[in-house]
């Protein structure tokens, strides 16, 4: 079995979302970017976009508006100005 990512999304007033998936899309300031388990660590601004949750076949994607994402040994957090879900697929 392959190794999940730790991924939790965070806006102001609540988290949003927080589990272990296999991979994570979101819009970079310089670029959109995928992260997966055992990514090397980083730390990007946010622009305005979509964030995508991938867990096996299932989809979830949330709007994000600015903020920060931050890789670490331990997972990816995204710390949003605003974030809330789009859509489950």
């Not at 670029?31 to 991938?54: Q, S, Y």
């Not at 299932?58 to 931050?70: P, T």
């Amino acid at each position: 079995m392959a190794a999940k990512l730790s991924f939790s999304l965070v806006a102001p007033e609540r988290e949003v979302f927080s589990g272990l998936v296999d991979q994570v899309d979101a819009p970079g300031v310089e670029g959109d970017f995928g992260v997966l388990a055992a990514h090397a660590p980083f730390m990007t601004a946010l622009r305005e976009g979509t964030v995508t949750v991938i867990d096996g076949s299932s989809r979830r994607v949330f709007s994000v508006k600015g903020g920060f994402a931050d890789v670490t040994p331990a997972g990816l957090t995204i710390l949003a100005e605003e974030a809330a879900e789009v859509s489950v697929q």
